[in-house]
């Protein structure tokens, strides 16, 4: 879809002369005005959008927040008191970006499960989807440094917890995981240098994601979109103008993601982080119950799930290093899940072991917790690994239409249906 | 965006509706993030300051810290009083007093620079009205310039014992701040 000709037509001679020496306004004009996108895209297509928004939301108001910060062990939790009770809007600014880093994985949970449901990761959006795995890997390690910053007891503890897992590697090479470890920390503990370049690696990280989200929109743009049929884009009948019928989609879901999101932010802006943060860090006392925050909360249980250190360690990372090679392990010809009868109900079983991981993550390790959680540590494997490349080859799935065109429109395609917008295609 | 012909009026209205109220939106939006930068409750709640003078003797001075400035505290002996009395107002570089506990359009004699039944205080913002360096002259080793006051050693601004601009490129004379007296011994600045 990248080829379609450009329309952009400098309106003023200054336009016309910039377009000649610079044409950043006709790569805009053709990626996010004229852009032809399918004609059936529903609400879940409007996640990309939105977390674009909510990337640039905590940047801007992370910017904001380090205005105030301070890095230190001794001033932190201070600095994001006095962000919340001295600093003009700094409690506002502050929910913002505290909300905002949950409102930012509700969003990528929401959009990588739309890709496993439409089959977005295969051919010809493999690289796009790799591109996708990576910055969710760096948006957690983001999230991760961030939530370090006020310096309360889950900070702390969070810090150490985590940190400690890359010690698990003793088991491979004594003294390698302790020497990393160390060199993670700068010290032989955590403490205030840790928190300053967590702090400094917070700041930087939020732009190495945005990067790679200029690639993916990139690759996005070669292939073209994926739609809830699957199919590929065949005539331009397929197809309507970004704007203003994909934007305006766009804004509508954005207005309703932002409604969530403000309600958060202004009613219950503690309700997703943890009552131990507003205790400082006190490296003597660990908290009785250690939780991560809830987006990792899949990922922990299946690290508590395996009764092995390394072991643990490499499973919650191979959990979401697998998604990597999701376009090779899905055998089906057909994208679509809607025309896949098997595999749907399978998808759906994915689905919820994931949010069932979630729940018992944040359960105490212990007793039928654990035996749950290995059961559904199974099958998110078991999904990957036996599910997609079986189904694939075993399902056969239903009659696919022979175009979007014919999805919307029924067969023929010609009957404009009763209150559609008129020949929108005509342009 | 007219696409319904019977009713193209309505579908305008709710378009341009939903635009303006947007527009509303992100830009009340933008206050906050403007307000954030502007000092905050706890630099607010510095703004004032008291000061025991009862220490300083006739031609000393002491520096003290007030919003983050310093502030010159002078106990003049009565020939630098005298002195600052003497000169002409119009050889002045700036005749305006620039002493927040007087008129605003008082002019800069020497009782105008101080506060009245305490002459031989002069209290000032001890921040050069050029480019805000602070002037020498509160030590007894410093340089006091060619008027016996204070000397600002970035660009060599002169001022005199009433702290007036009489030399150099600074425009005006240091600046008094809002003070009082709260007994015969001890002020409050701000």
Not at chain 2, 77 to 105: G, M, S
Request: net charge neutral.
């Amino acid at each position: 879809m990248a080829q379609h000709e450009s329309t952009y037509v400098p309106k003023s001679a200054i336009a016309k002369w910039w377009d000649q020496r610079l044409p950043i306004m006709r790569l805009m004009h053709d990626s996010f005005v004229d852009y032809p996108t399918p004609r059936n895209l529903n609400f879940l297509w409007t996640f990309g959008g939105i977390l674009t928004f909510v990337l640039v939301a905590q940047i801007v108001t992370g910017i904001v927040l380090a205005m105030h910060y301070q890095p230190s062990a001794e001033d932190a939790f201070n600095s994001v008191e006095n962000i919340r009770r001295n600093v003009n809007y700094g409690y506002m600014i502050r929910n913002f970006h505290a909300v905002g880093a949950s409102m930012f994985f509700i969003a990528v949970y929401i959009h990588i499960f739309r890709g496993l449901y439409y089959g977005s990761y295969k051919a010809p959006r493999e690289i796009l989807w790799i591109l996708g795995v990576l910055i969710f890997l760096v948006m957690m390690a983001t999230a991760f440094m961030g939530y370090a910053l006020p310096w309360g007891q889950m900070s702390f503890w969070g810090v150490t917890v985590i940190t400690n897992l890359f010690s698990s590697l003793d088991g491979i090479f004594p003294g390698l995981g302790t020497a990393i470890v160390e060199w993670l920390w700068g010290g032989y503990a955590v403490t205030g240098v840790t928190l300053n370049r967590f702090f400094s690696l917070h700041y930087l990280l939020p732009f190495v994601i945005l990067g790679l989200v200029i690639l993916h929109v990139w690759a996005l743009h070669v292939a073209g979109q994926n739609n809830p049929t699957g199919l590929d884009v065949k005539t331009k009948s397929d197809t309507v103008p970004m704007s203003p019928y994909a934007i305006s989609k766009d804004f509508l879901w954005m207005f309703v993601f932002l409604i969530m999101f403000a309600w958060f932010v202004f009613f219950l802006p503690d309700y997703l982080g943890h009552a131990d943060n507003y205790i400082e860090a006190n490296p003597l006392v660990t908290p009785p119950h250690i939780v991560p925050e809830w987006y990792f909360l899949p990922f922990y249980a299946i690290l508590r799930a395996i009764p092995d250190k390394l072991g643990g360690v490499v499973a919650m990372f191979a959990a979401i290093a697998i998604l990597v090679f999701v376009p090779w392990l899905d055998t089906s010809r057909v994208r679509s899940s809607k025309y896949r009868p098997i595999y749907k109900w399978f998808f759906w079983l994915f689905a919820f072991s994931c949010l069932a991981l979630g729940y018992l993550g944040s359960k105490p390790a212990e007793g039928v917790y654990v035996f749950w959680a290995r059961i559904f540590t199974f099958y998110y494997f078991a999904h990957f690994l036996i599910v997609m490349p079986i189904v694939g080859i075993l399902e056969t799935p239903k009659k696919l239409p022979r175009s979007i065109t014919e999805a919307v429109l029924g067969e023929g395609g010609a009957a404009t249906p009763k209150g559609a917008a008129a020949a929108p295609e005509r342009r | 965006m007219a696409t319904d012909v019977e009713d193209p009026q309505r579908r305008d209205f709710l378009i341009i509706a939903g635009n303006a109220f947007a527009a509303v939106g992100a830009a009340s939006l933008i206050w906050p993030f403007v307000q954030q930068m502007n000092p905050d409750a706890g630099a607010k709640a510095l703004a004032s300051i008291e000061v025991d003078l009862s220490p300083i003797q006739q031609g000393q001075a002491i520096t003290v810290m007030w919003r983050g400035k310093p502030v010159f505290i002078r106990n003049r002996t009565p020939e630098e009083i005298e002195a600052a009395k003497k000169v002409p107002l119009n050889e002045l570089v700036d005749e305006a007093a620039r002493n927040e506990n007087v008129e605003a359009d008082a002019r800069a004699t020497d009782e105008n620079r101080t506060l009245k039944g305490h002459e031989n205080w002069l209290v000032m913002v001890g921040v050069c009205t050029h480019l805000g360096c602070i002037p020498k002259g509160q030590t007894l080793s410093d340089a006091k310039g060619d008027y016996g006051g204070w000397f600002c050693p970035c660009h060599g601004s002169h001022y005199d014992t009433a702290g007036r601009i009489r030399k150099g490129p600074a425009p005006r004379n240091l600046e008094v701040p809002t003070y009082e007296f709260v007994s015969d011994t001890k002020i409050k600045i701000g």
